[in-house]
């Protein structure tokens, strides 16, 4: 099993950025999947989570109305949409297998949002 993440980077307060978790060695479309992060001195955050087929999503308070989740079963692919971009929103992003038991992590994108 592996995950992949990209599409991280620096953006200003305001601006958008779209992740990316390729993912391999499982039946993608058998798993919910979710999105994290995690700032320094911080506890890791779930900040999306979406169902095998994407018919239900749900998001952490902070980002609701920002971020949208979503999936490519056919790609098995895993997308996190970032708008309207905060300075509270830097953080390492991690996609990982599951919705509630995450068995499985990717490595990790670095989001830093900065004027």
């Known amino acids: 099993v592996q995950l992949v993440e990209s599409g991280g980077g620096l953006a200003p307060p305001g601006g958008s950025l779209r992740l990316s978790c390729e993912t391999s060695?499982?039946?993608?479309?058998?798993?919910?999947m979710s999105w994290h992060r995690q700032s320094p001195g911080k506890e890791r955050e779930l900040v999306a989570r979406?169902?095998?087929?994407?018919?239900?999503?749900r998001y952490a308070d902070s980002v609701k109305g920002r971020f949208t989740i979503s999936r490519d079963n056919a790609k098995s692919t895993l997308y996190l949409q970032m708008n309207s971009l905060r300075p509270e929103d830097t953080a390492l992003y991690y996609c990982?297998?599951?919705?509630?038991?995450?068995?499985?992590w990717g490595q990790g994108t670095q989001v830093t949002v900065s004027s």
């Open positions: 990982a297998r599951g919705d509630s038991h995450f068995d499985y």
């Open positions: 060695g499982f039946a993608f479309d058998y798993y919910s």
């Open positions: 979406i169902t095998q087929y994407g018919g239900d999503t």
